[in-house]
């Protein structure tokens, strides 16, 4: 389940200078367990200002009268104000300060002393001066460089707890504490962050300790949880490092792509690819996205480590971002009234302050996997040259050569990057051929506008046409537009390479043949920008105008400008047209909006 935190912080000045300062807290006059009056804890500690309170307890802003410094103080009462939860709370206190006690790195937020006393549990820990990664997001008050020195420092936080065997299990930006840049005033130099501190070890997994929670108790936030972890299974290494990596790419792009508008739309989302960093930050350096890309792969073992994550974000900032994308700003505190920060977990009827954010909704698994299925070049290269020589030893040469015909396209657009991972996508131009033999070939164009990219739509578009008009040649069939006026018997070319060359596939090497691709792929290629999917009846409208130019203009292109067609229509172009139409509406109702 989720552990709601809460940020309570000292006033700080507005930081777009307009309207006036947060009220300052009130300094509360401290009472601890030993009395109505008294003001020293643990015979040392002497309350100065409650900073936060919820159900796992009250935190105070505590001076050490022993060392002279200014620490946090958790107190969490035993006793039995929630039934049943005095055990968990019990227990949770002391497995934070079992696992912060095993670690000692400058980013996790150091414990100075833990100990039970009259009731209460209490956690001594250093004060931090700062804010939580929580709200520098929010604000946007982080530079790209920041973002990286924070995830140099989780990472080397977490790898040196996991060598500790410590687990984390609820990395989230709530507890991640940035100090504040140093200078005071309103005229202090701006600075990058140094360091992030990581906190509340609360839920932490020990090695050589038993669980925390019972068998089939999820521990964790749902919005930063890694999914073998939703699942109820056992937290590693791998799931704080999917973690991180989401708390990064939520820093670097202001959303966290697995957040929905309620806990049941998260938890869907859960487990689904998310979209490539990339498409929201296109200006960031393609290794870097790569990686974060890659820490977020559902899949455990195919995340990498922590330390490759590190050493990719140290390369980053070794290399330089260039120019430095511009953030509002942090506003220093008041002089005089630093802003301090603690954390408090609270209530369930507390939710946790998150940043507000409109997300996009990931794409389903379904999408990618329909048009993205990796199939090895070597494998789908070598049946098409085992088809071609087959037919060549059969006697049939001429449709041996119509086969290579379509495969050379195949050849240059593997070669794409881009492209070079579509796999299966391609062999998906075979539906056009398909839909020529019920006369719905013209629906195909609706087909190849669902693929991701728009170089895809387009490719996707172009080479269904050039599939289609190949394919009524080889199969003897009016398709599409049928075969080229002239074209002699299929036992007169089939065997002839010459005669195939001549009357079959060179009449398909004119103009109009190649408007008639140019005109699919334009059609897949602009797709989404006529159905968008907020508003069915816009969609219906788009869909309908998008189609209606569609079959306007294919006549004139691909009939009349070609000269040797049999036909001067396609086959089944209104149908077709209508068809497109509604495919076009039903999968974007499916996908969610663009």
């Known amino acids: 389940m989720e552990s709601p935190q809460t940020l309570v912080q000292k006033p700080a000045a507005r930081s777009d200078g307009g ?28 309350l100065l200002e409650e900073l936060g ?109 996991h060598a500790r065997g410590v687990i984390h299990r609820d990395i989230k930006p709530q507890n991640v504490l940035v100090p504040s840049p140093p200078g005071d005033g309103a005229h202090a130099a701006p600075a990058l962050h140094a360091a992030a501190k990581l906190t509340d070890f609360g839920g932490a997994s020990l090695v050589g300790e038993e669980a925390l929670t019972r068998t089939g108790d999820v521990l964790g936030t749902l919005a930063y949880m890694a999914p073998e972890q939703s699942e109820g299974h056992e937290a590693t290494a791998q799931s704080d490092l999917y973690s991180l990596a989401l708390v990064l790419y939520e820093a670097l792009c202001g959303t966290n792509p697995v957040r929905g508008a309620t806990p049941a739309s998260t938890a869907r989302r859960i487990g689904r690819p998310l979209p490539p960093l990339a498409r929201a930050r296109r200006d960031l ?19 990498g480590t922590l330390e490759e994550l590190r050493a990719t974000l140290q390369d980053t900032l070794d290399r330089g971002l260039g120019r430095p994308r511009w953030r509002r700003p942090r506003a220093p505190a008041a002089p005089g009234a630093p802003r301090l920060l603690a954390r408090m977990p609270q209530t369930a009827e507390q939710p946790p302050r998150e940043p507000p954010a409109v997300e996009p909704l990931p794409r389903p698994a379904g999408e990618q996997a329909a048009w993205r299925v ?87 578009g172009a080479l269904a046409y050039w599939w289609l008009r190949l394919a009524e040649p080889l199969l003897g069939r009016r398709l599409w537009l049928g075969e080229p006026a002239g074209t002699p018997a299929h036992a007169a070319w ?48 788009g869909a309908g105008a998008w189609a209606a130019a569609l079959a306007l203009a294919t006549p004139a292109l691909d009939a009349g400008l070609a000269g040797r067609a049999a036909q001067l229509e396609p086959r089944g172009l209104v149908v077709g047209a209508a068809l497109a139409a509604l495919v076009a509406v039903a999968a974007r109702a499916v996908r969610g909006p663009v």
Do not use: M
């Open 53 to 161: 309170s919820g159900g796992f307890g009250t935190v105070w802003q505590a001076h050490d009268e022993l060392l002279h410094r200014d620490v946090a103080l958790k107190r969490v009462p035993l006793g039995a104000a929630r039934p049943g939860a005095a055990a968990i709370d019990g227990e949770r206190a002391s497995r934070e300060a079992l696992a912060t006690a095993r670690l000692s790195h400058p980013a996790i937020v150091a414990l100075h002393e833990a100990c039970a006393h009259e009731g209460a549990f209490y956690l001594i820990s250093e004060l931090v001066d700062g804010d939580t990664l929580a709200a520098l997001i929010a604000e946007d008050a982080l530079e790209d460089e920041e973002v990286l020195e924070i995830g140099v420092a989780l990472a080397s936080a977490l790898v040196h707890a």
């Open 374 to 460: 990796p199939v090895p070049r070597t494998l789908w290269l070598g049946c098409g040259l085992a088809l071609i020589v087959w037919q060549a030893l059969s006697g049939r040469a001429g449709a041996a050569l119509l086969l290579a015909a379509a495969l050379a396209p195949l050849l240059l657009l593997s070669g794409r990057r881009s492209s070079s991972d579509a796999g299966l996508a391609w062999l998906a131009c075979a539906l056009a051929p398909a839909l020529g033999w019920l006369g719905l070939a013209g629906a195909f164009p609706a087909l190849a506008g669902q693929a991701r990219r728009w170089p895809e739509r387009a490719a996707l």
């Open 285 to 303: 350096p393609p290794a870097l996205t790569r990686a974060l890309d890659r820490a977020l792969a559902p899949q455990p073992e195919r995340r």
């Open 19 to 46: 309207d006036q300062p947060r009220a300052p807290r009130r300094r509360i006059a401290a009472r601890a367990a030993g009395g109505e009056d008294a003001q020293l804890v643990l015979g040392r500690y002497r």
């Open 494 to 541: 089939e065997g002839s390479l010459s005669a195939a060359a001549t009357h079959v596939l060179g009449p398909l090497l004119v103009l109009g043949v190649l408007l008639g691709a140019l005109l699919w792929a334009a059609a897949a290629a602009l797709l989404p920008l006529f159905v968008r999917g907020r508003s069915a009846l816009r969609d219906a409208f």
